[in-house]
């Protein structure tokens, strides 16, 4: 059978429990879990996948074919097999050995060594006789075991039985805390309704009403539903609490006349968009209303949020940075919970129609660029989940193609009310973005080499054959001071890079040097591979104790949840070993020298966050893909960089681990006695 995937197993150890999530193509099975030869269940598939309808049926297709099952278990197992059964046949799905000895584990890593290394031989034949093939295999093996060894130490948020079980144990330890606010202004909750499932639409409501901040009122306009019991429900409602306001619309006319239908009903200060199968958390109103005591001149806030699926298990969070715009001309990642001051969107007018799968995104570029952006303001918690429900964009992003489309026109138009020229293309694969910004003709590099001019034949060699039509001067730093040669410097765009760093046929300086003359941008990186290695780096993020590179395998496959290494993304350091800015703006930034020579990874740091102090946002271009051959994290001069007095990174979320980047931190396990045990989270 060609078309099936185990799509997560996870075994629980200190509560004995498997999980096993995945979906086949076959109709009339048996889903057969062994565990050491012992029958543990048969099931039908229990769960309704649109994707794989769409993709190898018919979307009228309502058969089960996936499944999900929780298996608890008397102790640890040896064997786990998973098949497939009908009348006629038997397929087998997945089956592993799990070693439990230190002796069964070694020899289990050996085998799959000499499994590769003889695969290896198939593919490469005699070039394995070449030392440095030999060499970088070394090489990718170890950072496998080192990457394979830290997942034992973190959540991987994107695993949704261990997100689950992390979540309800961390929501738990959560004491409430008793707030009281001078500044308690009215938010209006807009919800157009439309068909929804009954079971959602009360549960969403229910979550409104059960808010800890009561100063709201809910703004309902039912788009001329067909299912006669959503008017009962919504009259059942109104009756129980008169902070809910309901408007029937006459005629069906789609989410953004029946939100603006709503919009009307709204008296409040602020708004809040919510979506009518989607579910608040107690105190989301609450934090917000936290966050504008602390700045009452905020005029857009979001928060984190996470995904409700079908059987209501918490799954898939997305732990949001700090505005990053450059991240948001990719893709809507503001998304929910969104509240927005009621004027600004007065002022725009509302939502628009012919926008229709993307008008929060549409209404979100439209208020922004009308808005201060110290006036955005993130809150990071999750105050909202998402339903992944049949044909949701939740569930699954190709569910409304149209969606993306007028995204794109949303985007196109932003650009040209801000008079950018830019076109607007599609990331391939992936339903992100890519702006393609136009840089002016008059353009001219001064690329300045970390190295001296001996030592930097190749990478000069690498520039001269893929840098593209760009004039470009070279200048050496060696000994040179690095404010003095910019200030020599016949270019009006500068590259400075480590003699290390390589180009290769994927990658192009024009792509760094087009967001670098925006007006907004202030210094460029590109992506780094690690030469002879899996190893990427694509930025860094800023702990007060220390600096990390955020460091990936590129056997890590890329996900829809994990963009990081496809689109642009805003850090306060891209890099250390390529920088890519204006002469002008830094002219207009550094008016005296005040970096040391030679140029220290400490100097490159302040170099950046000058930047992005004055006001400018720095990035990755993440996919835009350099070569660097050497070592990818730098040694560095600590105390000089505690000196920086660094508190945190506004672009990485402080719900996220300091230790495994985008990850999240173990929970310490408290003792019966309620004491913690040793471990460390």
Known sequence: MKHYHIDNYFFDIENKTLYVRGWLFLRDCDIVIQIDNQEVLREKPNQYRYDICEEYSHKEDKNNYGFEYTITLENTYKKIQITAETSKKKYTLFKTIVPTTELEKKWAQFKLLVKKFFRLILRKNIQLLNPFLIRDYVMKARENKSYQEAKKYYINPNNSFQYRNWVQEK??????????????????????????????????????????????????ADDCSTQ????????????????????????????????NSALLLATGEFIGLLDNDDVLIKDALEEVVAALNQNPKYDFLYSDQDKLDMD?????????????????????????????????????NGFRTGY??????????????????????????????????????????????????RGRKALEDYFKQEKIACKVLQVKDFPYYHP???YPKNTKITLIID??????????????????????????????????????????????????????????????????????????????????SYQ?????????????????????????VEPRLIVPHNYIVPSTKILVFEKEKYLQIFKNNCFKTPFSSIDKIKLCMKFQQKGYFNLTDSSNIFTYDGEIIDDYDKEAYQKLKIEKDIYYNPNLSKKYLYQLDLIEKEDNDGSKDERTS
């Open 171 to 220: 929501e738990a330890r959560e004491v409430p805390i008793q707030r009281t606010f001078s500044y308690q202004p009215l938010i209006s909750i807009i919800m157009p309704v439309y068909n929804v499932e009954i079971s959602y639409l009360k549960a969403c409501i229910d979550s409104v009403l059960a808010q800890t901040y009561p100063n709201f009122e809910l703004c309902i």
């Open 228 to 259: 006669k019991e959503i008017h009962t429900v919504l009259e059942e409602y109104k009756k129980k609490d008169q902070r809910i306001k309901v408007v029937y619309r006459k005629e069906n006319g789609h989410i953004s006349k029946a939100s």
């Open 312 to 348: 209501n298990h918490l799954c898939f969070p997305t732990y949001k940075p700090a505005w990053s715009k450059d991240l948001f001309l990719t893709h809507n990642y503001i998304c929910h919970f969104t509240v927005i001051r009621k004027s600004q969107i007065d002022k725009v």
């Open 356 to 405: 229709e799968g993307a008008q929060d995104y549409d209404l979100f570029l439209r208020v922004i660029s009308n808005i201060k952006e110290k006036n955005i303001c993130h809150i990071p918690k999750v105050l909202y989940h998402w339903r992944m429900i049949i044909g949701s964009t939740a569930a699954v992003m190709s569910n409304k193609d149209y969606a993306f489309e």
């Open 436 to 438: 393609d910004y136009k």
């Open 451 to 532: 190295g001296s001019k001996q030592k930097s034949k190749k990478c000069i060699k690498k520039i001269q054959k893929y840098h593209g039509t760009i004039p470009i001067d070279f200048v050496f730093l060696e000994d040179e001071n690095f404010h003095d040669l910019i200030k020599q410097a016949k270019g009006n765009v500068i590259v400075y890079l480590e003699e290390k760093v390589l180009l290769d046929k994927d990658s192009s300086l024009e792509s760094l040097i087009q967001y670098a003359r925006q007006k907004h941008v202030g210094i460029v990186s590109p992506t780094l591979d690690r030469k002879g």
């Open 536 to 560: 990427r780096t694509c930025g860094v993020v800023l702990m007060p104790d220390s600096y990390q590179p955020v460091i990936y395998s590129r056997r890590q496959a890329s996900t829809f």
